[in-house]
């Protein structure tokens, strides 16, 4: 039986997304920031949050036209799904400008990582943060049992190294605990993303929200 092969007369690029497949640009983009500038805009956002300035970041119909076509994000948050923890506005940030990953304990998986990988690859982010913050549901309920019912028991699954790691730490052991969190989290980023000559372009850095006074404590880097 004869088949009939259809020849793709266009340049292959072209071709393939007139048939609807989804190809990536071989060339990266340029890096949005580096990543100590990117670093010091989160800072310099966090401290106009903590201090009850007046949002210079605020959305607008302008800003989302400007962004509507493509986005330029200048750094990456892994963060926890906590409705009080939103990055964009706990570093003051407008639309376009953070690509954020988020789970409840802030953990990184196979999407995560899919996510982070696809943000330096193709969007220019250089830097990584992520965002544990205080008093975390997923890490309380991690230090409270190795196990939990429903899909949550792979939260506190996943969590467990770090409450391993905390345990004999002085201090409070909740705060400890969501401190080793993110920086095995930060860890993982490091180790399992697969960045290719990208990486020694990226800093992988985590950190920690104070629900209390909206600051965001940067851990050693």
């Not at 009080?84 to 304990?105: C, H, K, M, S």
């Not at 696809?118 to 196990?147: N, Q």
Request: some cysteine; overall charge neutral; glycine content about 6%.
């Amino acid at each position: 039986m004869k088949r009939n092969i259809l020849k793709l007369t266009l340049p292959v690029t072209t071709s393939l997304v007139a048939l609807g497949v989804i190809v990536f640009a071989a060339d990266h983009p340029e890096a949005s920031l580096s990543p100590d500038a990117a670093l010091a805009k989160l800072t310099e956002g966090n401290k106009r949050f903590a201090d009850s300035k007046v949002s210079a970041s605020k959305p607008t119909a302008a800003r989302r036209t400007e962004t509507a076509q493509a986005q330029h994000p200048f750094a990456v948050i892994v963060g926890c799904a906590d409705s009080r923890t939103a990055p964009e506005i706990v570093f003051d940030q407008n639309i376009g400008d953070l690509f954020v990953v988020r789970t409840a304990g802030n953990l990184v998986d196979d999407y995560g990582l899919g996510s982070i990988e696809y943000a330096v690859e193709h969007l220019g982010a250089r830097l990584i943060v992520v965002l544990g913050h205080k008093r975390c549901g997923a890490v309380k309920a991690a230090l409270e049992s190795d196990s939990a019912p429903g899909h949550v028991n792979a939260l506190v699954r996943d969590i467990q190294p770090a409450v391993r790691a905390a345990k004999n730490k002085q201090g409070d052991a909740l705060e400890n605990t969501v401190h080793e969190n993110a920086a095995e989290a930060a860890e993982r980023v490091r180790k399992s993303a697969q960045l290719g000559e990208l990486a020694s372009q990226v800093r992988v850095v985590s950190a920690y929200y104070d629900l209390d006074t909206g600051k965001v404590e940067w851990d050693k880097m």
